[in-house]
């Protein structure tokens, strides 16, 4: 399990779209959960939204309703859908994996670089 890669951010007006995704630099992309975090300017890095390999799903309040999150197995990514983007959605976004291969494993903690998502009001 390696690092993860994050892609998809950019600049975009407000009430727009983006879809950031998040895949493994190796080949093998085993979780038991995969979150989304951001971190906007002179603010703490919070949670935006998670995904477990069972599929369960958990939003920020701020982001639900606009935001989902979701694995694509064909491409081996999980991505992050932004819809009606606002300007306090700015931030850089990192996704992180957890995995314990075994009960008495310790747990595996990866993150990726994070991309930057401006939004223009």
């Known amino acids: 399990q390696g690092s993860l890669v994050e892609s998809g951010g950019g600049l975009v007006q407000t009430v727009g779209s983006l879809k950031l995704s998040c895949a493994p630099s190796?080949?093998?992309?085993?979780?038991?959960?995969l979150t989304w975090y951001r971190q906007g300017p002179g603010n703490q890095r919070e949670l935006v939204a998670s995904?477990?390999?069972?599929?369960?799903?958990t939003y920020a309040d701020s982001v639900k309703g606009r935001f989902t999150v979701f694995r694509d197995n064909a491409k081996n990514t999980v991505s992050l859908q932004m819809n009606n983007l606002k300007p306090d959605d700015t931030a850089v976004y990192s996704c992180?994996?957890?995995?314990?291969?075994?009960?008495?494993?310790?747990?595996?903690?990866?993150w990726g670089q994070g991309t930057q998502v401006t939004v223009s009001s």
């Open positions: 190796g080949s093998r992309f085993r979780f038991d959960v």
């Open positions: 995904i477990t390999s069972g599929g369960s799903t």
């Open positions: 992180s994996t957890r995995f314990k291969p075994c009960i008495e494993c310790n747990d595996f903690v990866n």
